[in-house]
């Protein structure tokens, strides 16, 4: 069972930017494709980035696109989440997960989830 670590929140200012780290224990992090998700009190998780298990494709959503940049290094058995010009409605506790497809949000296709990291925007 692979465990998964998140690190890199805290408070931010609007239009900040954060990076998130999450390290991943054991062997098989680079036959895993990655995702991002998070989730505010009340609301359901929300898929943020996904990224292929070599690295060579992303995907993100709408909400974050331009803005977000999801990363791996295989080596480290990393994956990252830089956040540039952060805004309020990006507060929330931000978790990693790993999936065995591409391209899919759901969380229910991730398993293996980190504890989160709470990341703040304040206006």
């Known amino acids: 069972q692979v465990q998964l670590v998140e690190s890199g929140g805290g408070l931010v200012q609007d239009g900040g930017s954060l990076r998130l780290s999450c390290a991943a224990s054991?062997?098989?992090?680079?036959?895993?494709?990655m995702g991002w998700f998070r989730q505010v009190p009340g609301k359901e998780r929300e898929f943020v980035a996904g990224i292929r298990r070599g690295g060579a494709s992303t995907y993100y959503a709408d909400s974050v696109k331009g803005r977000f940049t999801i990363s791996r290094d295989n080596v480290k058995n990393t994956v990252y989440l830089q956040m540039n010009s952060l805004k309020p409605e990006d507060t929330a506790v931000y978790y990693c997960a790993r999936t065995m497809a591409f391209g899919v949000t759901p969380p229910g296709e991730y398993d293996s989830w980190g504890q989160g990291t709470q990341v703040t925007v304040s206006s």
């Open positions: 054991g062997r098989t992090f680079s036959t895993y494709g």
